[in-house]
Every structure is written in C-alpha cells, then in structure tokens.
C-alpha cells in the first residue's frame, strides 16, 4: 500500500540522514571515519527519500491532510529510528553496505 | 537554592510575580488591543467583519506568545510593562473610536 | 535568571512547564484518548455497537424526533438560571433544529435550541438534545453515559469545570504555556540537531530522563505547537470576546448586513409556515455537490426558525475526505424548499482558519493519520511526565539534605496524573461494565468513580511518596502501576462476561470500535505488568544513594 510505502521511505530517509552525522556513524564503523563525500552522498539520499514520501502521500490524500500525514510519518520514523540506534544500530548496516 | 540577606529573597519573588504578571496580563490587554483595532480597522477598510475576525484570532495567539517569551527575556521589566499596557490601552481606544463611528 | 536570554528560558521552561505541565498532561492525555472518542462510546454502550449509519431522512424519522424535543435539558434549565434576571420562564419557544453525523458514528445527536425569553441578553439560548437510533429513531437514555464524547473529551478542553467557564480559561493559560515552553525548550536544547536521534539508556538515570525528554518532545515538535495553538484559536471567542462587548455594534451591523447579502433571515417573521419536504432538499444538495466532483454524505442539517415564514434549511456536507469539518453549505427556504443560496468557495483567510480546526478537531477518515495522531498525543504525554521525572531526580538528593520536601511534592503530584490519571480511567470503565444496567443516574454513577479514583490515587501518592524526600523512590509508583496492570486486563474480561463481545468474536467479526478498545486495554496491562515488574528494585534505590556523593 502507498501509505505503507511512503512511511518506509520517511524512515530510511530519515536513517540516512541520521548515519550521516559523525556520532551515529561511529556505531556502525568505529574505525573508518566519516569522509565528507560520504556524508553528502548520505543527505543526498536521504533527502531524495524523504521527498519521494512526501510525494506518495500526496498521491493518496488531499493536499491537506498529505502534509499532515507525512510530518506524522516523520515523527514516528524519527522516534523508532532513535530506539533503533539505542538498542540495535546493527540492524541499520544495510543502510551503508556500500562503504567499505 | 540558598538564599542570602533576607532582603533579597522577598525582592526577588516580587520581581518574578511582576514578570509573570506582565507576561499574563500585561501580554493579554496588548492582544486585546490589537485585535479589537485590528478587526474594527479592517472593517473600516471594508473587510467583512468574520473575515478580519479570523485574521485577528489566528494573528492572537502568535503575538501573545512573543509578547510572553519577550516579559521574560528583556532586561529592562519597566520597559515591558510601559509597552504592553500602554500598547494595549493605546490600541484599544484606538479600536473604540473606530466604532463608535 | 535574567542575566541570559538562555538563563530566562530555562527559568521559565522550568517552572511554566512544570506547574502548567499537571494540566497538560491531563489534556495531553485525554486528547490522545479523544482521537478514539467513538470507540471508546461503542465499548461503553454496548447497545450501540453496530455500523455508522448515514444521516437518516429528515421527514420520516428525524421530524417526529425533533418534535418531541419540547423542552431543554435540565441542566441547560439550571443554565437559563443564570441567564434571567427573575423567574425562570414558563415555556422556551423553539428557535432550531439539527443533527450532526460523522462517518464513526452508529447514533445520531439531535438538538434542538430554545430561546430565553426574559433572559438579559437577548441573543441567550438553551439546549434540548436526544441520542437516537438513525435506523429506528428510538430515543437512547441519557443515564448511558458515552464515556468518550461525552466525558474524556469535554475533560481534556474544559476539565469539566463550567463555572464561569474556569475549565477552558486553565486549559487556554496551560496551552499558551506550553507554547512558550516549546519555543524556551528548543532555546535551552543546545544540541538540537546532533541530539535529534538521541537516546542513551545506558547512562544515569538523570541523562536517559533528559534523552527521553528531549526526544519525545523534538521528534514531533510540529504535532505539539500545532495542536497547542489549534486549541487556542478554536476557543479564541471565549478567550478574546471582542465581538460580544467592545465590538458589539459592528457585529450587529455586519449581521443585517450579511442576512440582506445572502437571503438568509437573522430574525424569525413572527408568522406561522409549514415546513416542506427536506428530504427533496437533501437530495437536491447531493446532486450539486455531486455535479462539483465534490459528492458526499449529509454531515450537519439544520433548521433555521423553525415553523416560521423566515425559516430555511442548511445542509452541509460532512468533511470525511479532507480537513474541513463540514462544509459546501447549501440553503433552502423551509416552506417551499426553493434554494436560497449555494455557499462560495472558501476565501483564503477562512481555508486556513478552516484548516487549523480542521485538523485539532478530527472528523476527517484517515484511520492512519488517527493513529499516528495517538501517537504524537502519547509522544506529549511521555514529555511532560519526564520533564517531571527529570525535575524530580535533579532535585531529591539535595531537597533531602535541606529537609526540603519540593521533590516529594511534585513526585507525588506526578504519580496523581500520571498513573493517577490511568487508574481514574480505567476504574471509570471497568464500573461501566459493573453497574447494573437499569441504574438510575447510571452515567453520575460512572463519573463519581472516575473523580472518586483519581482522588484517591492522589492521596495515595502524596502518602506513599516518603522516600522521595529521603532521596529514594517512591513505592507509589510500583503500587499504581500495578494498580493500572490489573484495571487494564479486568476490562476486557469484563467486557467478555457482560456483553459476549469478546476479542476472537470481535476480532473474526471485524468489529473494530471494540476489539481495536480491548486490544489497547491489554495492551496497557501488558505494558504496565513489565514496568512494575522492573520497579521491583527498592534495595537498589537505597544502595545508589549511598553511593552518591554528599
């Protein structure tokens, strides 16, 4: 379901963002630091999620209650996101198989 | 919290009381104010009244929370109190003439 | 305290939040619980509990309920008291007439309006209202108490305070500090970015309470400034009543004016009129509706001077499928059900006004959006009760070694609504299962519990809250919360032995109002048995504090 879908999209993009700042990355990769690129290409990416949700919602709903429901999405997204990184930052390593 | 010479606690609850005081009450008859001449100067503009009405009430609320933040956070309280009632008595007489036409 | 803008904003983050947060979190609370209203409405009358209907036909059924509406309610009797300089009037003539329908709901409210005759402000007037059954339109007995519209939602606006309405005045002054607690908090944060995702259980006790704190309330900062001044301009009549005193004569003008614009008398003819078919008008308004690309259902009908030649009829459109509560009015003159008038597109000013209540008030179907309403609702409560938590774990070690006994105070305060508030709650619902069926006053009954409870929870708290004076923890909170395990699991089972509703049937049936209730109940019990199970620890507490440094 799109809904679904644009909920999944607010929390990776809002992961990716997240493993772009230096103490969140630290717990997936204690030793490799965080290169600038990386950092940029991480935001990128997670801004092009975010936004790809957003646009979802707005193919479901009414203008006016897309918007909600997307800000919503975020909150829950960003909150789950925290207990994740608390307890299980693991489960997050997919996000950033790509660096070596 | 220790308190030092007796004097100093009881002017300091007054100063808190006053601040309060100005951010509440203070913060309210300057929002009052301004809606009344808000509304009553739109309508005088030709605003329908339930209109300009909506406009002041969505304008309210935001003005009194700065008007709140800024009781609390200047440094002159003088100041804070001169404004806001003054303001708030200036606008509403404001908005009083413009009825009364 | 007022040697930094930082230093003033923690002043008043601190104690704003914390005198005002015992009201917030009581509103916080109930405004989750409210998103659900109905629901809860569907668990506690059980006579209830069949599918939303439409808005029935106005000639065949609502008419002779309407009818037989001849006098205002009791209270509202006991209201127009105060509205009359001397005895009360003999008979209340009938002004209007209307229902109003949302897509949750199985019954139907009726209202009728009654004017006052000797009351000192002309414009005064009082209510008669009927729940019906849309399918018959059998009258339901007022002693049956709808639990969630009728008292968990008129708590969290007014806190059921209606003297001089006192209940909204503190909620408002609660709301405008919350406001100003949100902005003082996001000045004091610091770190507000690199802390977004923050959340550390490993450390002390004091920074995990500030992590949660700061998380709950940053993670949907925008739901709880929205939601905050929402409220305010909702209520913005009661709080700045400009146009019933000092605005007064511009109102008037503007209302002859508006009436003559529109063709919609402000003023009863004084002279008898039959009242045609509304039924057809009804029809009539879904077709334009319809032939807008807008079709929908009847949301809010109303009948304006009611058997008068002036009288016509209002028919809006229920705003299931956007924010808008109701909306694309259309009027009928009632005599002759020739149209009047077709409401314009909104302006610009009134779309936005319409969008902020819109989106408090919740009429719209987005049963994702409702629960993700839940848990911006639950996200508040979570930061108010730790900003309590935290104040209370900053402060007891030092208020201990003063023989102070602040802590203790807003400790016990905190348990009375926090676990407080649950118990009040869930005692009021499992004595709704409890109470014999035919009791008179059934639904007083019910909200004598739900005071009775809270009260009592609160002198419990203040009793068993010794130890926080002394720097411990108080055994308060174990108790309740185990208090809160037992209530939340026998009120699903009561449910079951008193009505057969239960959860495989509810759950196989798709009946969602009341699975979707038992499941959040048990679900509370669950949550709650845990966290009693690791309060368990007070040996723990006293060797930590002999641990800590003087």
Same mark, same amino acid.
């Given at each position: ?100 | 919290?220790?308190?030092? *010479? ?6 300091? #609850? ?29 309508? *005088? ?9 909506? #406009? ?20 002159? #309280?003088? #100041? ?22 | ?65 309407? $009818? ?41 409210? &009726? ?29 339901? %007995? ?52 690199? $802390?977004?995702?923050? !959340? ?26 929205? !939601? ?33 614009? &529109? ?56 705003? &299931? ?20 008038? $077709?409401?314009?597109?909104? &302006?610009?000013?009134? %779309? ?54 602040? /802590? ?18 869930? %005692? ?33 708290? !203040?009793?068993? %809250?010794?130890?926080?004076? $002394?720097?411990?923890?108080?055994? /308060? ?61 007070? /040996? ?11």
């Amino acid at each position: 379901m799109m809904l679904l879908l644009a909920f999944f999209l607010s929390f990776v993009g809002l992961a990716l963002l997240a493993l772009a700042m230096e103490r969140h990355w630290r717990q997936l990769r204690a030793t490799r630091p965080l290169t600038s690129t990386a950092a940029r290409s991480l935001r990128f990416a997670g801004s092009v999620a975010l936004a790809s949700s957003l646009a979802l919602c707005l193919s479901v709903d009414h203008a006016s209650m897309a918007s909600l429901v997307w800000v919503m999405t975020l909150a829950v997204s960003a909150f789950v996101l925290a207990m994740l990184l608390a307890w299980r930052p693991g489960w997050l390593a997919p996000l950033i198989s790509w660096s070596r | 919290m220790n308190s030092s *010479a007796a004097t100093v606690a009881p002017r300091r #609850l007054v100063v808190t009381l006053s601040r309060i005081a100005a951010a509440v009450l203070g913060g309210y008859v300057f929002v009052w104010g301004l809606v009344a001449l808000s509304i009553s100067g739109l309508a *005088a503009f030709g605003m329908d009244y339930d209109q300009a009405w909506m #406009l002041a009430m969505l304008l309210a609320f935001l003005v009194y929370l700065v008007v709140f933040i800024w009781a609390f956070a200047a440094r002159r #309280l003088g #100041l804070v109190w001169l404004v806001l009632l003054c303001g708030g008595a200036a606008m509403t007489m404001g908005a009083q003439l413009l009825v009364s036409d | 305290m007022y040697q930094t803008f930082r230093q003033s904003m923690t002043w008043l983050h601190t104690w704003f939040g914390l005198v005002l947060g015992f009201v917030l979190i009581v509103v916080f609370f109930f405004g989750a619980l409210s998103v659900f209203d109905r629901e809860i409405d569907r668990w506690a009358q059980p006579a209830t509990r069949f599918a939303p209907q439409p808005m029935p036909s106005f000639d065949h059924l609502l008419r002779p309920v309407f $009818e037989r509406i001849t006098e205002p309610d009791p209270d509202a009797v006991e209201l127009a008291r105060s509205m009359v300089d001397g005895p009360l009037p003999e008979k209340y003539p009938v002004m209007d007439w209307s229902a109003y329908t949302t897509h949750r709901d199985p019954v139907l409210d &009726t209202y009728v309006s009654f004017d006052v005759p000797n009351a000192r402000n002309p414009d005064d007037h009082v209510h008669g209202h009927q729940t019906i059954d849309p399918r018959t339109g059998a009258q339901l %007995s007022a002693s049956d108490l709808k639990i969630g519209s009728e008292f968990f939602y008129p708590l969290h606006y007014s806190l059921h305070l209606e003297w001089m309405e006192l209940g909204y005045w503190i909620v408002g002054f609660a709301a405008l500090s919350m406001l100003a607690a949100l902005v003082s908090g996001v000045v004091i944060h610091r770190k507000i970015f690199r $802390e977004l995702f923050t !959340f550390r259980p490993q450390k002390q006790r004091q920074r995990v309470t500030l992590d949660l704190h700061n998380l709950t309330g940053v993670v949907a900062l925008p739901f709880h400034f929205f !939601f905050a001044f929402t409220g305010l301009v909702i209520f913005a009549g009661i709080y700045f009543p400009v146009s019933e005193t000092q605005l007064r004569p511009l109102v008037e003008a503007h209302e002859q004016a508006e009436a003559a614009a &529109t063709g919609l008398p402000h003023d009863p003819a004084g002279v008898a009129a039959p009242l045609a078919s509304v039924d057809a008008m009804v029809s009539d308004a879904r077709r334009r509706w319809a032939s807008r690309g807008m079709g929908g259902d009847v949301g809010f009908l109303f009948v304006n001077h009611v058997g008068d030649a002036n009288g016509y009829v209002s028919i809006y459109r229920a705003g &299931t499928d956007r924010i808008a509560l109701t909306g694309q009015g259309i009027h009928y003159q009632a005599s002759t059900g020739a149209l009047i008038r $077709e409401d314009p597109p909104e &302006t610009a000013i009134a %779309s936005v006004n319409e969008f902020l209540t819109g989106l408090h008030l919740q009429h719209f179907r987005h049963w994702l959006l409702r629960f993700l309403y839940l848990f911006g609702g639950l996200a508040g409560c979570v930061c108010i009760a730790t900003g309590f938590l935290f104040f209370v774990e900053k402060r007891k070690q030092q208020h201990a070694r003063d023989g102070v006994a602040g /802590a203790r105070i807003v400790d016990a305060l905190a348990i009375a609504t926090i676990t407080g508030t649950l118990i009040a709650a869930l %005692s009021m619902l499992v004595a709704n299962r409890l109470l014999p069926e035919h009791l008179a006053d059934r639904d007083e009954w019910q909200r004598n519990v739900f005071w009775m409870t809270w009260l009592a929870s609160g002198v419990h708290a !203040f009793w068993r %809250s010794g130890f926080t004076q $002394e720097g411990g923890a108080a055994p /308060a909170w174990r108790e309740q919360t185990l208090l809160v395990a037992v209530l939340a699991v026998a009120a699903p089972i009561l449910n079951w032995l008193t009505t057969g509703d239960h959860l495989l049937a509810t759950l196989e049936t798709r009946y969602w109002p009341v699975a979707g209730i038992d499941l959040f109940l048990l679900a509370t019990g669950v949550t709650a048995s845990l966290i009693a199970h690791r309060l368990r620890r007070p /040996a723990l507490a006293h060797a930590h504090l002999a641990t800590m440094k003087p």
